[in-house]
């Protein structure tokens, strides 16, 4: 099993930028693929970036392209989303997931493990 514990979230102003963490524990070597979806009040779950187990590939919606920047350390089993130029749009549980196979996906079939969430708000 492996758990994901996602933090950095909160209340920022538009303009303003948030960097989220997500840490995992347990047994990571069979995590590949990393990723973060959110989910908006009254909405359905999204994707929002995706990274491959090396680092050097990325996918992300069309919506968050040029302001948001998925990364990871995984020495620290850890995946980071700076979220620069927020909007108010933005607002949303975000949540952190991984997969056991090392595809970039945007299908959250795709993935097996989830974290709980954290709260990012945008005040216009």
């Known amino acids: 099993q492996v758990q994901l514990v996602e933090s950095g979230g909160g209340l920022v102003q538009a303009g303003g930028s948030l960097r989220l963490s997500c840490a995992a524990s347990g047994r990571t070597s069979s995590m590949y693929v990393m990723g973060w979806f959110r989910q908006a009040p009254g909405k359905e779950r999204e994707f929002v970036s995706a990274?491959?187990?090396?680092?050097?590939?990325?996918i992300s919606t069309d919506s968050v392209k040029g302001r948001f920047t998925i990364s990871r350390d995984n020495a620290k089993n850890t995946v980071y989303l700076q979220m620069n130029s927020l909007k108010p749009e933005d607002t949303a549980v975000y949540y952190c997931?991984?997969?056991?196979?090392?595809?970039?996906?945007?299908?959250?079939?795709?993935?097996?493990?989830w974290g709980q969430g954290t709260q990012v708000t945008v005040s216009s």
């Open positions: 997931a991984a997969g056991r196979r090392n595809l970039l996906r945007a299908e959250q079939s795709e993935y097996d493990w």
């Open positions: 990274i491959s187990w090396s680092g050097g590939r990325t």
